[in-house]
């Protein structure tokens, strides 16, 4: 499967000393289906978008059988997953639910939620985030589960270490 993501540059703007510089032209970016993916602790990703911020972020999410987030909202940031195979079970306006290949859903901002993967294999899904500065957390758990996988005692003051960079207000366990 050949998937790509076309860039646009910024737009000019008008600065104290006159126009900006001309934006970059557009690139495109290309991620071959067999390119390695991130180990993340709990699951894989595979980045979409290029590492920059942007205005949308996309990447597939590979959650292993067993994961579960805890109940947690974004208070700057909309997400949404499509799901490619596997189950996910998903806790959002005081319900639970599991969606299968081909179901999608949108989370706004300020909507408590959580997900997981209560099945046997592993389910994987096709993530948007809108800003796109949020990759940055799979990112940087990437390095953390490099020197403290979860178990390890690090891992947790860690995690919510993120959490509190990266827009994750962790509100209690999971529902499910």
Request: proline fraction near 11%; charge should be negative.
């Amino acid at each position: 499967m050949l998937m790509s993501l076309i860039v646009l540059g910024a737009s000019l703007a008008a600065g104290p000393q006159g126009p900006a510089p001309p934006a970059p032209a557009p690139s495109v970016v290309i991620r071959r289906s067999g390119e390695a993916v991130g180990a993340i602790g709990v699951g894989q990703v595979a980045y979409l978008s290029p590492p920059e911020g942007h205005a949308l972020g996309q990447m597939i999410l590979i959650e292993g059988p067993g994961y579960r987030t805890p109940i947690h909202v974004h208070h700057h940031l909309d997400e949404s997953f499509y799901v490619l195979s596997g189950r996910l079970t998903l806790h959002a306006g005081g319900q639970t639910q599991v969606l299968g290949p081909g179901d999608y859903v949108f989370i706004p901002r300020g909507v408590p939620h959580a997900q997981g993967n209560q099945g046997s294999e592993a389910t994987h899904l096709l993530m948007s985030v809108s800003s796109g500065d949020f990759l940055g957390f799979f990112r940087a758990r990437e390095d953390l589960v490099k020197t403290s996988p979860p178990g390890h005692p690090d891992y947790g003051p860690r995690m919510h270490a993120l959490s509190d960079i990266y827009d994750v207000e962790n509100l209690g366990d999971p529902p499910f």
